[in-house]
C-alpha cells in the first residue's frame, strides 16, 4: 500500500506542527492584571500627589487682570481681539459686557464652533443672567429665540446674517461675541468666521476671543479693511496660568497617571485597552 505524502513546503520538506505554547493569552493577560493589582496601591499615592495641587483654594475677592479691564473699557467704542491662553479669562470680558449690555436693554449673540460648547455656555449664562433672558440656536436646538442673548454655533449666525441680506432685514443685535476666533484660519471652516466677519454691518461691535496666534495684528489689519471700524488688539502673552495634570479614568473609576516622572507614556495603561468586553468577552470565556 502506498505511503500518503504530506503536505510539503516550497522546498520540498515536509510542514514541521510547531508545539503550542503553554503561555496562552489568556495567562499572559493574568499575569499583567497581578502585576498591574500589585502597583495599585503605588497608583494610589501617586494619584494623591497628583491631585494633591488641586484642592479647595481659601475664597478670596475676585481682582480682573490688567488685560481683562483694558478689553472692557475699549469694546465700549471699538471691535477688540483678545489673544490669550486658555484658562486665562478670557469668558469673563465677554460675559461682564453682556452683562452690561442686558441692563441698557440690548442684544447680544454668543458664537462658539462646537455644539456642546454651545450647549455648555446656555447652560452657565442661564444660570448667571436667567433662562428667560438666553436662547439657544444650533443645528439641533432652538429655544426661546426672542431672548436678549442668543448663544448659537458660528454657522448659525452666519446663516442669520444671509437670511438678512437677502430679505432686505436687519440682524437683530448690538454685540457679538465670537468665541475660538482662531478658527479664523482652519482649513474647512475658517471661511464660515470670514463671512460672519464680513456680513456683521459695522453697527454691530465684535468681540473676538482666541487662542494665542502669532499674527495677531495682521488678523486685526485684515478686520479694519473689511469692516471699516478700529479694531484694538489686547495680548495677554505668557503661558496658561492654570497648570495641567494628565491622568487617566478607568473603567472601574479609578484616575491613574497618564504619564510616569519623566514624562514618556504610562504603558501600565494599555490593559485596559485590551481587555475585551460584551460578545467579544463572552465568546473568551466561552472558549476557556
Do not use: C
Request: net charge positive; hydrophobic share 30%; aromatic share 8%.
Amino acid at each position: 500500500m502506498a505511503r500518503r505524502k504530506g503536505k510539503s513546503g516550497r522546498n520540498g520538506k515536509p510542514y514541521k506542527r510547531r508545539k503550542k505554547r503553554r503561555g496562552s493569552p489568556q495567562h499572559s493577560e493574568r499575569n499583567s492584571e497581578r502585576e498591574f493589582a500589585e502597583k495599585s496601591s503605588t497608583y494610589k499615592s501617586d494619584l494623591k500627589e497628583l491631585l494633591s495641587g488641586i484642592g479647595t483654594p481659601e475664597p478670596k475677592p475676585f481682582v480682573p487682570d490688567d488685560f481683562q479691564v483694558e478689553a472692557l473699557e475699549a469694546i465700549e467704542h471699538q471691535d477688540v481681539l483678545v489673544t490669550a491662553p486658555t484658562g486665562s479669562g478670557k469668558t469673563w470680558i465677554a460675559q461682564e459686557e453682556i452683562r452690561r449690555l442686558l441692563e441698557a436693554g440690548k442684544r447680544a449673540w454668543y458664537t462658539t464652533p462646537l455644539k456642546a460648547l454651545t450647549n455648555s455656555k446656555y447652560m452657565e449664562f442661564g444660570e448667571e443672567f436667567g433662562n428667560e433672558r438666553v436662547g439657544i440656536l444650533t443645528g439641533d436646538r432652538k429655544e426661546n429665540p426672542g431672548a436678549p442673548l442668543i448663544v448659537g454655533t458660528t454657522e448659525i449666525y452666519r446663516n442669520q446674517l444671509f437670511d438678512a441680506l437677502r430679505g432686505g432685514e436687519k440682524v437683530d443685535t448690538d454685540f457679538v461675541i465670537l468665541d475660538e476666533a482662531h478658527y479664523l484660519a482652519d482649513d474647512y471652516r475658517g471661511h464660515v468666521w470670514e463671512e460672519a466677519i464680513i456680513l456683521s454691518p459695522p453697527r454691530i461691535r465684535l468681540l473676538m476671543l482666541s487662542a494665542t496666534v502669532g499674527n495677531a495684528k495682521e488678523f486685526a489689519e485684515w478686520i479694519e479693511e473689511t469692516r471699516g471700524t478700529n479694531v484694538r488688539v489686547i495680548d495677554r502673552a505668557g503661558e496658561r496660568p492654570v497648570e495641567l495634570r494628565a491622568a487617566f479614568l478607568a473603567p472601574n473609576l479609578d484616575l491613574y497617571p497618564l504619564l510616569k516622572e519623566d514624562g514618556g507614556y504610562n504603558a501600565d495603561l494599555n490593559r485596559f485597552g485590551r481587555k475585551k468586553t460584551g460578545y467579544q468577552g463572552y465568546r473568551r470565556r466561552r472558549r476557556r
